[in-house]
């Protein structure tokens, strides 16, 4: 088996699972997935189904009445869940989406978020932004070098 179709398995794997996920916590397919666990646990679900930055997945607009934004953190050397949870604890809104992509150019999945660390990011820290930007993390593996 080649490395695209375990690709193509691995991503139709994880969308079986967050489709079950939506299903079983009675939301539609097309909101952000949700479970009986954790808030933090099942804002996760913005996994990578597509390894390239072309994949967006923007923040969900919510039911603030202004967007006051927020003044992004230095998330780099952190562990990518951590990022994730440090974002959603400035902006207030547990369900707000960032995206990560492989620092290495393999474009691997990052499956488990705590597995992997943040070597950049595409909003500088300390900048204010709106609760619609787009972030992105470059990531590598945990005991990984950055590029």
Do not use: Y
Not at 16 to 40: F, M, R
Not at 117 to 142: E, H, P, T
């Amino acid at each position: 088996m080649n490395t695209r179709s375990s690709s193509l398995i691995v991503g139709a794997a994880l969308g079986a699972l967050l489709l079950g996920g939506c299903q079983a916590a009675g939301t539609s397919a097309a909101s952000p997935a949700h479970s009986a666990d954790t808030p933090a646990t099942a804002a996760k679900a913005h996994v990578a189904a597509e390894p390239s930055p072309s994949s967006t997945t923007r923040h969900a607009t919510t039911h603030r009445a202004a967007d006051d934004g927020f003044v992004m953190p230095n998330e780099v050397g952190k562990v990518l869940q951590t990022a994730q949870d440090d974002i959603q604890r400035v902006t207030g809104d547990p369900i707000f989406i960032t995206r990560s992509q492989d620092a290495t150019g393999q474009h691997r999945f990052q499956i488990l978020d705590r597995d992997w660390k943040v070597c950049g990011q595409n909003v500088k820290a300390g900048k204010r932004v709106s609760m619609d930007a787009d972030i992105v993390f470059s990531v590598v593996k945990l005991g990984e070098e950055c590029p």
